[in-house]
């Protein structure tokens, strides 16, 4: 196959951010009663806001968004620990340089995002999509066609790179290639295109129109 463009998650896809994110979710369960295994075996790979309302579903919208900035706060002040996945970094600069069109396209808010992604140390890509810009997040594939439509391509055309089973969920209902790198277990009935352990196994293999892995 063909493809013009990639659309990447970022937490746990191109950063390692799995203990701020993991201590932030058992704060807030203690302050709940709600027992952390219980958080972690949900959280990963969808918006806050979709947890938040799974976890308190009496709770009406004025305390859900409180409950909300409170986690973003957390989580956008703690970068601490917080790495590069081995091959980002080089990935992300290798296709600036090519000119291959690149996104990111994550389920957490702008404030937690921005700070995640300034662990990379580099250029903000032109298309950045967070949280606040789509209704539905992932599972759902509207953060991926966003994406792609942002970049001027088909959605068949780009290939996601995700770790979650959420976000390889949302990427092939975008009908997009998925990538799935580092997978859990709760991801392998899903059919991705490519699976991989590491971004550093990825190749690109540049052709006429675009390029191929």
């Not at 391509?153 to 092939?172: M, Q």
């Amino acid at each position: 196959m063909m493809y013009q463009g990639f659309l990447f998650d970022l937490d746990g896809t191109l950063v390692d951010s799995l203990a701020v994110v993991e201590t932030a979710w058992s704060k807030w369960g203690e302050r709940h009663n709600i027992p952390a295994s219980e958080i972690l075996a949900f959280i990963h790979g969808k918006q806050a806001i979709t947890s938040l309302r799974h976890f308190l579903p009496l709770a009406d919208e004025a305390t859900l968004r409180d409950e909300f900035l409170w986690l973003e706060h957390l989580e956008s002040t703690t970068v601490e620990g917080i790495v590069p996945l081995p091959g980002a970094r080089a990935l992300l600069t290798h296709l600036t340089d090519q000119q291959i069109p690149w996104a990111i396209v994550t389920s957490g808010s702008l404030p937690v995002a921005t700070a995640r992604f300034q662990v990379l140390d580099l250029p903000r890509p032109a298309v950045f999509i967070t949280a606040e810009q789509v209704a539905k997040g992932k599972p759902y594939p509207d953060p991926y066609l966003l994406g792609a439509g942002r970049l001027g391509l088909a959605p068949e055309h780009c290939v996601v790179v995700e770790d979650a089973a959420a976000g390889i969920e949302a990427g092939l209902a975008a009908k997009c290639a998925v990538v799935a790198v580092n997978a859990p277990l709760d991801a392998a009935h899903l059919n991705a295109t490519y699976r991989l352990k590491s971004l550093t196994e990825l190749s690109i293999k540049p052709a006429a129109q675009g390029f191929r892995l």
